[in-house]
């Protein structure tokens, strides 16, 4: 994956993980002053490095979270698609060996290109389902500690607990299309690919 893509995918995560500890810190600390002058200022030229390094930040460590909390689920459906017969008791061999064919196999640049893509989708809507639990959780705290009952706050809880629903389902969808897709890949393709070459890692 190119690396402009990657941090672009990790600046859409990372807005999320930022506003649910905007939040987070409004129901801390309340409306200070130092905290609308932070907010009002993040238009401004000289703080939108910090600001863009902070998202950055925190889209990884989600994005990593959703890797954990996702890696048994996807490892079970990958077990599941790729059976092989072996002795090998890696219950992922056939997954990554499809990977290892995509990657090794000769002219297959635009077919890498859009596995890549496709992983790109897969790790956003990870990573949303994870945001949108968090924006929840942070938006009821909020109303507990902070505002009381609050209408507005219930029609975001809502809209959010809709969001993480529809991200897990585009989730389930992306990576049943992705698997699907490798395995007519590697059944299709006749090459036999090299082994020398490396295999960027499944997350």
Known sequence: MKTTNLFVELVVVGTGATL???LLLFTLFGAQPWLYQWISKSDDVASIIPVLSLIYVLGIVVDKLAYRLFKNTEDHLRSNMFKVESTEPDKLK???DARHHLYTSPNTTAAIEAFEFGRSKIRICRGWTVNSVLIILALN?????????DSRISVGTI????????????WS???A?????????HNMSSETPKTNVPVPPAE
């Open 20 to 22: 649910f500890v905007v």
């Open 94 to 96: 056939g997954y990554y």
């Open 141 to 149: 705290f909020f109303m507990i500690f902070r505002s009381g009952w």
């Open 159 to 170: 809209a959010f607990g809709l969001l993480a629903w529809g991200v897990r389902w585009s």
């Open 173 to 175: 969808v992306a990576t």
């Open 177 to 185: 299309v992705e698997f699907n897709w490798l395995n007519r890949f």
